[in-house]
């Protein structure tokens, strides 16, 4: 009797403990990261732009926006950053996703590390992914007439890389998205569902649309369990080619005819009026191109087309996150889901028609008609025939009020708009936080949030400890400020160090260290490092002990 006495306190016992993992697992905010592709700082309504955006304002206003978040400057760089929680070359991708044999420069995700889903599936999270991918190795066919046949979905027969890179190999459950960065919003190259290659899309088929309506498909099936769930959506809008919905490009039509200062200074006047920055350490900044006055500009009505295109982009991409929203409401899980959006990177200055096509960039639809590269701006841009990017004017507008962009590391490429929206936890409403952090801390955050541990070692493999740190105390005010020491950044030769308001910055390998009292200058319009030279000595070596320790060096 004794026996089946103590067999059943057991049996009740292990079935409370059942339940009480339940209650624990149910209780667990859902986690839902954004991330937009190439969106300057002041594109979006909440950060100063005239760009349609009521969903995304809506987060704002109900949440937290931080203004000195920064990303890593580059597409896949940043999204290896936001993945692993470490700078990019410590994740092996310092450059892009090319093997250039060197160990901060892979091209792939590298053993040394694990991903935000790998880390929250272990504390009992389901997890999904959608959208661009941009982590794994792209190695063209042999040829340029073989890659272009592939690119316009001419040969079919084969993976797009090493499928044990792709997403559902690295902690994802479900995955819908494509393995390489650029796309053809219309008929993307390199579409896989899992790790299928999607052979065909419908005719009315516009990849902004089923990026949003796979994200709220996936949450209504995570809904159905009471397990909460990790998902990372990772929209390609707006990066070029610039390609929207006749509907969309319709609203902004005359919004951008006025050009670029004109709407530099808008954004300016909206940003103060805003609360987003403060006059006397905010300038707004001189255009990058002054030589370019648009009065004289023969090409204007190109121009204002091309902005408008890039404000469609953004436009459809908040009207899904609308859907997002919806189906999470719909599910009764939005109260205890934590959003976060943010951009890859500054708004892009690249000229995709100058390169033509090869590599990621078709020359032909899959019906044969032919894309236009023309440098001549004789062919409007906006329809599925047509391969366009803003250019530096427009990219400089969306940085406002920054200098530079995409691929930089002064302000206007690595300093992204970012919204925490969490109505169970960020009580405040509508407010702003210049507390400097990065998204390394993104998985600091998520694991903190989950009650995940982060790993020592991982299917056999050491992992590197992350540098990030949690944002959970920030955004509760339970710690008011000082999360880093120091921030590093490094890309292509162009390379920043910022410790405390103080931050070095220089344009390229072979350019000379500024440096900036972003306190009272966050524009970077006075270098001082004439006027504190030990100062810059000093955070120029700090910077290369750092470069050392993260993998910067050697380099390819």
């Known amino acids: 009797m004794a026996f089946f006495r103590h067999a059943k306190i057991l049996c009740l016992l292990f079935i409370w403990l059942i339940y009480a993992a339940g209650v624990s697992a149910q209780n667990k905010p859902n986690i839902i990261i954004v991330m937009a592709d190439d969106l300057g700082f002041s594109d979006i309504g909440c950060y100063g732009g005239e760009i349609k955006t009521p969903n995304l304002d809506r987060l704002a206003s109900h949440g937290l926006r931080m203004t000195s978040f920064y990303n890593a400057s580059r597409c896949c760089p940043t999204r290896a950053s936001l993945l692993t929680g470490q700078y990019p070359h410590t994740a092996g991708i310092g450059n892009m996703t090319s093997d250039q044999g060197q160990p901060g420069y892979r091209g792939f995700l590298q053993p040394n590390v694990v991903t935000i889903a790998q880390v929250l599936k272990g504390a009992g999270y389901q997890t999904g992914m959608v959208g661009k991918w941009h982590v794994s190795e792209t190695e063209p066919l042999p040829t340029k007439e073989e890659q272009l046949a592939w690119l316009d979905h001419q040969i079919t027969n084969r993976d797009f890389s090493d499928t044990l890179s792709y997403p559902v190999h690295k902690g994802f459950d479900k995955y819908y998205g494509n393995i390489w960065g650029v796309v053809d919003y219309f008929d993307p190259f390199s579409l896989v569902n899992g790790t299928r290659p999607i052979q065909s899309v419908p005719k009315d088929f516009y990849y902004t649309n089923a990026i949003g309506d796979s994200t709220a498909s996936y949450i209504r099936q995570f809904a159905q369990k009471e397990v909460p769930f990790f998902m990372y959506v990772a929209f390609t809008a707006p990066h070029w080619p610039?390609?929207?919905?006749?509907?969309?490009?319709?609203?902004?039509?005359?919004?951008?005819?006025?050009?670029?200062?004109?709407?530099?200074?808008?954004?300016?006047?909206?940003?103060?009026?805003?609360?987003?920055?403060?006059?006397?350490?905010?300038?707004?900044?001189?255009?990058?191109?002054?030589?370019?006055?648009?009065?004289?500009?023969?090409?204007?009505?190109?121009?204002?087309?091309?902005?408008?295109?890039?404000?469609?982009?953004?436009?459809?991409?908040?009207?899904?996150?609308?859907?997002?929203?919806?189906?999470?409401?719909?599910?009764?899980?939005?109260?205890?889901?934590?959003?976060?959006?943010?951009?890859?990177?500054?708004?892009?200055?690249?000229?995709?028609?100058?390169?033509?096509?090869?590599?990621?960039?078709?020359?032909?639809?899959?019906?044969?008609?032919?894309?236009?590269?023309?440098?001549?701006?004789?062919?409007?841009?906006?329809?599925?025939?047509?391969?366009?990017?803003?250019?530096?004017?427009?990219?400089?507008?969306?940085?406002?009020?920054?200098?530079?962009?995409?691929?930089?590391?002064?302000?206007?490429?690595?300093?992204?708009?970012?919204?925490?929206?969490?109505?169970?936890?960020?009580?405040?409403?509508?407010?702003?936080?210049?507390?400097?952090?990065?998204?390394?801390?993104?998985?600091?955050?998520?694991?903190?949030?989950?009650?995940?541990?982060?790993?020592?070692?991982?299917?056999?493999?050491?992992?590197?400890?992350?540098?990030?740190?949690?944002?959970?105390?920030?955004?509760?005010?339970?710690?008011?400020?000082?999360?880093?020491?120091?921030?590093?950044?490094?890309?292509?030769g162009a390379a920043a160090l910022r410790q405390g308001d103080w931050k070095i910055v220089r344009v390229d390998i072979n350019a000379p260290w500024e440096l900036y009292d972003l306190a009272k200058d966050r524009s970077e319009t006075q270098n001082l490092s004439a006027t504190y030279p030990q100062r810059m000595e000093a955070m120029k070596k700090k910077w290369e002990e750092l470069a050392n320790r993260y993998s910067v060096f050697p380099k390819p």
Request: positive net charge.
């Open 242 to 492: 610039l390609q929207a919905l006749e509907s969309d490009i319709r609203k902004y039509e005359n919004t951008y005819k006025k050009g670029w200062n004109y709407i530099r200074e808008k954004r300016y006047q909206k940003m103060l009026k805003l609360g987003l920055i403060k006059p006397n350490q905010v300038k707004l900044s001189r255009f990058m191109t002054p030589e370019r006055g648009w009065e004289k500009n023969a090409d204007s009505l190109w121009d204002a087309r091309a902005m408008a295109v890039h404000a469609a982009m953004v436009d459809r991409l908040d009207q899904n996150i609308g859907k997002m929203m919806d189906a999470l409401q719909k599910s009764g899980q939005l109260d205890n889901t934590l959003i976060v959006f943010l951009s890859d990177n500054g708004a892009s200055p690249e000229q995709p028609a100058k390169f033509g096509p090869g590599f990621d960039r078709s020359g032909t639809t899959r019906d044969s008609r032919k894309i236009s590269f023309s440098v001549n701006k004789d062919v409007m841009p906006g329809p599925q025939t047509t391969h366009f990017g803003i250019g530096p004017e427009w990219a400089n507008v969306s940085c406002t009020p920054f200098r530079y962009w995409k691929s930089k590391e002064h302000e206007g490429g690595i300093a992204t708009p970012f919204i925490a929206y969490w109505p169970n936890k960020i009580k405040a409403q509508n407010k702003i936080s210049d507390e400097p952090a990065h998204i390394i801390d993104l998985m600091s955050t998520c694991t903190d949030i989950a009650g995940a541990i982060y790993p020592e070692t991982f299917e056999g493999h050491r992992i590197t400890p992350t540098p990030g740190k949690s944002l959970l105390p920030l955004w509760t005010g339970k710690q008011k400020a000082h999360l880093h020491d120091e921030l590093f950044w490094e890309h292509n």
